[in-house]
C-alpha cells in the first residue's frame, strides 16, 4: 500500500505541484490581459456546471489568468496572455466538459480529475494539440474516448482512469511522446497490443488494472525495456508469461494479481533485480517459486497468493533487507518454514496462512522487530511458540489457528508481552489443555479480539479476561469448559461479540450480561475498529463445530451466543436492554420460565434462537415489531397460545415452532381453539377460492430478485477467480488482513455516487449516505452477503434503501463491484430489486437498491423447500389460487435455477428477465 500510494503520488501529483508549479511561479499572470477567445471558452466551460461554485469564484473581469486554478503564459510576445495550465483538482465539480475547453489551443496541462463530471468526452479535445498533460481521474465520465483523445500528438501523461469508459481500447492508442498512461478501473476491452509499445518508445509506466482487457501478453516483446511500472491487475489475461518480460531490466513494480495466467515463474525472475513490488496473486501460477531473490535488495513486497505454488519457501528471499510485505497463503507451499528472518528488521507483514508447512514456528521471527500481522494459519505447525516472540513488541495481529500447538499456557505467558497486540486467532490448537487461569496483571491490554474456539479447553472462564479492558469479540466455544458463567463478564464495557456456544457451563445467565455496555446501545462502549487497520472483522458463524469463520469486512455482528449448554433458570426481562444486540441464540439448555416481552424492544435484532429448552407461557405478540427479525426458533419447548401473526413472522417456517403443541396459527373463531402448527397451511393441493391480484405475483417475484442481487457477486467471484478454488478446512476462521497493503486498483480514494435516472433517491450525497447508515454502524446491519454487510438506511426523503458495502482484501473486489453495477443497471424488471446507484468511497464500494422487507430467495427456498419439502409455503396464501398454479410454480422454477448448487449453471440476470417477461397471468387483476 505504501508503495503504490508513494507511486500515484509521485507520478501523478509530484510531477504536476514541482514541474508544473515551479514553471507557473517565473509567468506573470497579472501583466498582460487574458485572450478573449480564452477568456469565452471558460466561461462557457463554466456555464456547463452545475453546482456553480466555479461561476462564483471567477469574476467577471478579463483577466481570467488571475482566476482560481487558471495559469496563463506569454504567448511569443503578443499583448494578451494565454491560458496553459488549468488544474482544478478536487473542486466539488458537477456537469459536463464543455466542448470550449477545446478553444484554449495553448494549453498544456489540464487536470479536472477527483470531481463529479459525467457525460461523454468532447471529440473537440482532440483539437488540444499543445497538450502535454491530461488528467481526467475519478470522475463519472462514460462512453467511448477514441475521438477525444486520438489526435493529442504531444501528450506525455495521460490518466483517464476510474471512469465508464467502455470500448476496444488498444486500436486507438498512437502517442509518439508518451511517458505514463493510466486506464484502470474502466470498461474497456481487447487484446494486449503491440501498437501501444510500437508508437509510445519512451514509455515508463502503464497502468491498464480492473478492466474487461484479455488475451496473452506476447506483444510485450515491442516495449520499452526501460519500463518502470506495469500494472495489469483485476483483468482476463491468460496463459505464461512471455520471455520479454523477464527483460525489462527496469521494471521496479509489477503487478498481475487477479488474472489467469498460468504456468510457472521461470528463473529469468532473477534478472528483474530492480523490483520494489513484485504482486502475481489470484491466479494460476504452479510449480516452484524460482529461487532466485539474492539480488533483489530493493523489494519490498513479494505477493503471491491464491495461486498453486508448490515446493518450499525460497531460502533467498533472506537478502530482500527491506521486504516489509509477504504474502503467499493460499497455496500448496510445504516443508518446515526455515527462512532466516534475522536479516529482514523491515517486515511488517506475513502471511504463509493456508499451505502444508510442517515442524516448528521460526524461532528467527523474533529479528523482525517491525513485524505488525503475522499469519501462520491452516498449515501442519507444531511446537510451542519460541519465548522469544515476546520481543515483537510491534504485532498488532496474529492467527496461529488450525496447526498442532502445544503448551497454551506458555503461548498466553509470551504473547502477553506484546504490548501493542490486538487481535489474537489461536482456535483449533492446543488440544484437550487446560486454559490457564492466571496471566500477568499488565497482560493483553490492547487486545480486542481473542478467539479460543474448538480447541477442547477444559477448566472455568478464566478470570484474568476482566483484565482485557479493550476486549471486544471474545470466542471461547466448542470447548470442554464448564461452571457457571461469570457475573464479571457485564464489567466488559467494550464485549460486544460473546461465544461460549457448545461447551458444558451449568447455572443461570448472569443478569450482568443485560448491561454490557458495548450492547446497550451501539456507541457506548464500542472501540473505534477505523483506527486498527489489521483487525480481522467476523461475517458469519458456521453452524457446524467449526468454531467461528473470519474475513476481512467492516463491522462484527453484535452478538450473544450461548447454546447448547446446560444453562438454566430463565431469561432476564432487563434483557430487553441490549438494544444494539443483532444475534442472540440461547438454544439447546435448559432455561425454563416465560419469553420477556422486553425482547420486542430489541429493535436491531435479526436472529433469536431459543429453541430446546423448557421454555413455557406464550410467544409475546409484540415480537411483530421486531421488524429485522430474519431468523427465529423456539422449536422444542412447552409454548403454547397463538402465534404472532403479521410482518415477519409470517415468512418464518413451521420448523420454528414444532414441537410445541399448544401453538397456533391462529383462533379458529368458532371453537375458539388453535390450529395445530403442523396443520396450519394448505398442502400443495389445495385450492383456494381467493382472487389473486398482480400485486401478489409482484411480491413473489420481488423476493426473487433480492436473492438474485445478493447472489450475483457470489457468482462473479467463484466463475472468475479462484482464490476459494484451493480446500480450506471449514472447521476454521478466514482470515484475511491488510487494509494498508491492496492491490493498485484498492489503493485510489474516490467518494462519487452515481444515481441512475429511474431512480427515485435524487440529489442523494455521500454524506447523506453516511448519515443515513450511521456511518456504517452495526446497528444498521440487516444482513450479510459473501463479500460484505448489508446496511438499512434511512434516506433524507424519508425512503429506506438497502446498502451493500463491498469491502476487504480480496483483489476481485473492483471487478465484481464494476459487474454487479453493470448487470444490474443494464437488467430492469419491474418484478426484481433495482439497484438505485452506487458509489466508490474510500477503500470501499456502495451499491444502493431498494429496501424489501420480506428477508431473501435464499432463506425461503432453502428453508421451506429443501429441508421441509413443501413447496407451497414460499407463497402467501392470500395469492394461491389453483388456476394459477402452473404460473406460480413456474416462477417457483426460475428461482429454483437461480440457486443452483452449482454456480455455473445459474442463469444470468439477463435471462430471468425474459423468463419472468414470459410468464403469462391471464386474468389476473389490476
Not at 696 to 717: K, M, P, Q, Y
Request: charged share 20%; with cysteine.
Amino acid at each position: 500500500m505504501v508503495l503504490l500510494r508513494s507511486f500515484l503520488l509521485t507520478l501523478f501529483q509530484c510531477c504536476v505541484l514541482s514541474w508544473f508549479f515551479c514553471l507557473s511561479l517565473s509567468l506573470d499572470n497579472g501583466t498582460k490581459s487574458c485572450n478573449p477567445s480564452d477568456l469565452a471558452a471558460l466561461k462557457d466551460f463554466a456555464g456547463n456546471l452545475t453546482n456553480g461554485s466555479i461561476v462564483k469564484a471567477w469574476s467577471n473581469d478579463s483577466v481570467c489568468c488571475n482566476w482560481i486554478g487558471v495559469f496563463c503564459g506569454d504567448n511569443n510576445g503578443e499583448s494578451v496572455n494565454r491560458v496553459t495550465k488549468l488544474i482544478l483538482s478536487e473542486m466539488s465539480l458537477n456537469g459536463t466538459i464543455s466542448p470550449s475547453l477545446a478553444k484554449l489551443d495553448q494549453l498544456n496541462v489540464l487536470n479536472l480529475s477527483f470531481n463529479h463530471l459525467e457525460g461523454k468526452l468532447p471529440s473537440e479535445f482532440s483539437n488540444l494539440k499543445m497538450l502535454k498533460f491530461l488528467d481526467l481521474s475519478y470522475n463519472m465520465l462514460s462512453g467511448p474516448v477514441a475521438d477525444a483523445i486520438s489526435g493529442l500528438d504531444s501528450i506525455e501523461v495521460l490518466n483517464i482512469s476510474s471512469n465508464s469508459f467502455s470500448e476496444e481500447f488498444f486500436h486507438l492508442v498512437e502517442f509518439p511522446h508518451l511517458l505514463a498512461l493510466n486506464v484502470s478501473n474502466n470498461s474497456f476491452t481487447g487484446r494486449f497490443s503491440s501498437r501501444l509499445c510500437n508508437s509510445s518508445k519512451n514509455l515508463h509506466t502503464l497502468h491498464l488494472s480492473s478492466n474487461n482487457f484479455d488475451g496473452n501478453l506476447e506483444s510485450l516483446n515491442n516495449c520499452n525495456k526501460s519500463l518502470q511500472r506495469l500494472h495489469l491487475d483485476s483483468n482476463s489475461f491468460s496463459g505464461p508469461l512471455p520471455d520479454s518480460l523477464y527483460s525489462m531490466l527496469a521494471l521496479e513494480q509489477l503487478s498481475l494479481s487477479g488474472n489467469n495466467f498460468s504456468g510457472q515463474l521461470s528463473n529469468e525472475l532473477s534478472k528483474l533485480s530492480s523490483l520494489k513490488s513484485l504482486v502475481v496473486s489470484a491466479n494460476r501460477f504452479s510449480g516452484e517459486i524460482p529461487n532466485v531473490f539474492e539480488n533483489f535488495l530493493q523489494l519490498e513486497q513479494f505477493v503471491g497468493h491464491a495461486n498453486s505454488f508448490s515446493g518450499s519457501l525460497p531460502s533467498t528471499l533472506a537478502f530482500c533487507t527491506k521486504l516489509r510485505v509477504l504474502d503467499l497463503k493460499n497455496n500448496s507451499l510445504s516443508g518446515s518454514i526455515d527462512l532466516n528472518f534475522t536479516g529482514l528488521s523491515n517486515l511488517c507483514s506475513l502471511d504463509l496462512a493456508s499451505n502444508h508447512f510442517t515442524g516448528p514456528l521460526p524461532s528467527s521471527l523474533s529479528y523482525c522487530h517491525e513485524l505488525k500481522v503475522l499469519s501462520l494459519a491452516r498449515n501442519g505447525l507444531n511446537g510451542s511458540i519460541p519465548e522469544s516472540y515476546a520481543k515483537l513488541s510491534s504485532l498488532l495481529f496474529v492467527s496461529f489457528s488450525n496447526n498442532s500447538l502445544e503448551n497454551l499456557s506458555g503461548a498466553l505467558s509470551v504473547l502477553q508481552k506484546c504490548k501493542n497486540l490486538t487481535t489474537l486467532i489461536l482456535t483449533k490448537n492446543f488440544r484437550g489443555e487446560e486454559i490457564p487461569q492466571s496471566v500477568p496483571s499488565t497482560g493483553f491490554e490492547s487486545l480486542m479480539v481473542l478467539a479460543l474456539g474448538n480447541c477442547g479447553l477444559k477448566s472455568y472462564i478464566p478470570s484474568w479476561l476482566l483484565k482485557c479492558k479493550k476486549l471486544a469479540v471474545l470466542d471461547l466455544s466448542w470447548n470442554s469448559l464448564n461452571g457457571s458463567i461469570p457475573s464479571w463478564i457485564g464489567e466488559m464495557d467494550s464485549l460486544f461479540y460473546l461465544d461460549f456456544s457448545n461447551n458444558s457451563l451449568t447455572g443461570e445467565i448472569p443478569k450482568s450480561l443485560t448491561e454490557l455496555k458495548g450492547l446497550v446501545c451501539s456507541k457506548c462502549g464500542r472501540p473505534n475498529f477505523a483506527s486498527y487497520a489489521f483487525i480481522p472483522l467476523f461475517v458469519k458463524r458456521n453452524t457446524s463445530a467449526s468454531g467461528l469463520q473470519y474475513n476481512q469486512a467492516s463491522s462484527f455482528p453484535p452478538s450473544i451466543l450461548l447454546s447448547n449448554n446446560m444453562l438454566n433458570g430463565s431469561i432476564w426481562p432487563e434483557i430487553g436492554n441490549l438494544k444494539a444486540l443483532h444475534v442472540m441464540d440461547f438454544s439447546r439448555n435448559n432455561i425454563s420460565g416465560k419469553i420477556p416481552s422486553s425482547i420486542s424492544a430489541m429493535e436491531n435484532l435479526e436472529t433469536l434462537d431459543l429453541s430446546y429448552n423448557d421454555l413455557s407461557g406464550t410467544i409475546p405478540p409484540s415480537f411483530n415489531n421486531l421488524t429485522f427479525l430474519s431468523k427465529f426458533s423456539v422449536a422444542h419447548n412447552h409454548l403454547q397460545g397463538p402465534i404472532p401473526s403479521g410482518g415477519q413472522f409470517l415468512g418464518f417456517p413451521s420448523s420454528s415452532f414444532e414441537g410445541n403443541l399448544g401453538l397456533c396459527r391462529d383462533i379458529d373463531i368458532d371453537s375458539t381453539r388453535c390450529k395445530v402448527v403442523n396443520n396450519m397451511r394448505p398442502s400443495l393441493s389445495s385450492g383456494s377460492s381467493k382472487k389473486i391480484s398482480r400485486s401478489s405475483v409482484v411480491g413473489i417475484t420481488i423476493s426473487i430478485g433480492i436473492g438474485l442481487a445478493l447472489l450475483l457477486a457470489v457468482i462473479v467471484l467463484r466463475m472468475s477467480k479462484r482464490e476459494e478454488d484451493k480446500p480450506i478446512d471449514n472447521f476454521d476462521e478466514e482470515m484475511n488482513t491488510r487494509r494498508s497493503h491492496r492491490l493498485s486498483s484498492e489503493a485510489f480514494v474516490s467518494s462519487k455516487l452515481v444515481l441512475f435516472q429511474n431512480s427515485d433517491c435524487k440529489d442523494l450525497t455521500v454524506s447523506d449516505l453516511l448519515k443515513a447508515t450511521n456511518n456504517f454502524n452495526q446497528a444498521n446491519i440487516v444482513g450479510c452477503g459473501g463479500f460484505g454487510l448489508v446496511y438499512k438506511a434511512y434516506l433524507p426523503n424519508g425512503m429506506k434503501a438497502a446498502v451493500k458495502r463491498l469491502s476487504g482484501d480480496c483483489g476481485q473486489m473492483e471487478r465484481e463491484f464494476q459487474a454487479e453495477v453493470e448487470a444490474l443497471s443494464r437488467a430492469q424488471h419491474k418484478n426484481l430489486v433495482s439497484l438505485k446507484g452506487y458509489c466508490r468511497h474510500g477503500n470501499d464500494r456502495l451499491l444502493i437498491y431498494s429496501y424489501m422487507e420480506n428477508g431473501s430467495l435464499d432463506y425461503w427456498l432453502h428453508e421451506c423447500m429443501k429441508y421441509e419439502k413443501k413447496e407451497q409455503e414460499i407463497f402467501d396464501q392470500a395469492i394461491w389460487e389453483k388456476e394459477r398454479e402452473k404460473q406460480l410454480l413456474e416462477v417457483l422454477g426460475i428461482a429454483c435455477k437461480c440457486l443452483d448448487q452449482d454456480p455455473r449453471q445459474r442463469p444470468s440476470i439477463e435471462m430471468v428477465v425474459s423468463w419472468l417477461d414470459n410468464v403469462r397471468f391471464d386474468g389476473i387483476q389490476q
